[in-house]
């Protein structure tokens, strides 16, 4: 079954430091990868997805499917990037490379950014 | 316009109980989606409607639980016999034709089993 995993619940850095979240999944076929944020008293919201290879807020992630990785970067964090960060996956099926509906999350990082 | 829309924001119920939340998706989403959000499991898929489809109800995680879409739009999540495991905010999410576009999640509901 597929998996997603995020090993750190809590990451503190300091404003202007660079900051990574990571992000693993196991699946043996075509993924599909987000990053999902929810700032504080706020919705989930989508943040970036993989095949759109954009940075958004200065956040970027490249999917690596050696390493099964999807990392989120950013080289100098901000006090306002504060916020819960989801990894989630979705699987690719079919021969027109639809993703299946729905998201498998990780656990989730809490990233806190000190002034 | 306006996003999508849970009610009742908070719920708190007695142990065996059954509980009812609702969801308005954003108008003209086909796809609906039900994740529950609990301290200890992170963000959990639930079950998942797309269309005149059967749901894929692959993610609930008791016969205790059960949802329905009506005409296409507003959904319900019943939680019958309510356990105190079952406290966690329920988030509902759709999108536009299902699986290839973002989905907006609701604000959620807050659901404590004492």
């Known amino acids: 079954a597929q998996r997603v995993t995020q090993p750190e619940k809590l990451l503190s850095v300091f404003k202007g430091a660079p900051v990574e979240l990571k992000c693993n999944y196991s699946y043996s076929g075509s993924p599909e990868l987000f990053w999902y944020v929810q700032y504080s008293r706020q919705r989930l919201q989508l943040l970036l997805r993989h095949i759109s290879r954009e940075s958004i807020k200065g956040f970027t992630a490249d999917l690596n499917k050696g390493e099964t990785s999807f990392h989120l970067k950013k080289p100098f964090a901000q006090e306002e990037d504060s916020a819960m960060y989801y990894c989630?996956?979705?699987?690719?099926?079919?021969?027109?490379?639809?993703?299946?509906?729905?998201?498998?999350f990780g656990q989730g990082t809490i990233l806190t950014v000190h002034p | 316009g306006a996003g999508v829309s849970q009610s009742p924001s908070n719920k708190v119920t007695e142990k065996g109980k059954d509980v009812e939340l609702r969801c308005d998706p954003i108008?003209?989403?086909?796809?609906l989606y039900w994740y529950r959000q609990s301290l200890g499991q992170g963000l959990e898929f639930l079950i998942y409607f797309q269309g005149n489809s059967a749901p894929d109800k692959s993610g609930l995680p008791s016969d205790r639980f059960s949802a329905e879409r009506t005409g296409g739009s507003v959904s319900t999540l019943t939680i019958q016999r309510t356990q105190q495991e079952d406290s966690a905010v329920y988030l509902c999410a759709s999108s536009l034709q299902g699986s290839s576009y973002e989905q907006y999640f609701g604000p959620g509901t807050r659901l404590t089993v004492t």
């Open positions: 989630a996956f979705k699987r690719v099926v079919g021969a027109g490379g639809t993703s299946y509906g729905k998201l498998t």
């Open positions: 108008s003209g989403h086909t796809a």
